[in-house]
């Protein structure tokens, strides 16, 4: 499940980057109950954008922010309790690792779901029953 952060440069101190990440990684294997699973776990992979105010913007202009975007098959984050609390998490998580200097608000948040039967695991582009299958052995 590919997860993209993308971070104003000085919004999470450097030292820092790795643990949100970290964070963010296992907030997501335990709102799914997948904690622990060896077939998960490593699927769950991140890109770490860090780029500087010039290039991040809301409304048009200049901003310091965190983006937090995630592709998952169409049966992950489709709960909406699940969401509301993974989101939460993910913005809270965030905001703590920002020393509180970001605000909430500055904190954007989004899902995009898959088409079935184009997941990549182990190298073999999988259904969503397969992968189904796949998790329940990890």
Not at 17 to 31: A, M, N, P, R, Y
Not at 37 to 53: A, D, R, S
Not at 65 to 92: M, N, Y
């Amino acid at each position: 499940m590919p997860i993209t952060v993308t971070l104003t440069e000085d919004v999470v101190p450097a030292e820092k980057q790795g643990q949100v990440v970290k964070e963010i990684t296992d907030s997501f294997l335990e709102h799914h109950k997948l904690g622990g699973n060896t077939v998960m776990t490593p699927n769950v992979t991140t890109q770490l954008h860090i780029q500087p105010m010039r290039e991040t913007f809301s409304g048009g202009e200049p901003v310091s922010g965190a983006w937090i975007e995630i592709k998952v098959p169409s049966f992950a984050l489709s709960d909406r309790e699940v969401q509301k609390r993974f989101f939460a998490d993910v913005t809270e998580l965030v905001h703590q690792h920002s020393g509180g200097k970001l605000p909430k608000k500055h904190i954007w948040t989004n899902v995009l779901h898959t088409v079935d039967g184009t997941w990549n695991m182990d190298g073999i582009a999988k259904t969503n029953e397969e992968l189904g299958e796949a998790i329940s052995r990890g």
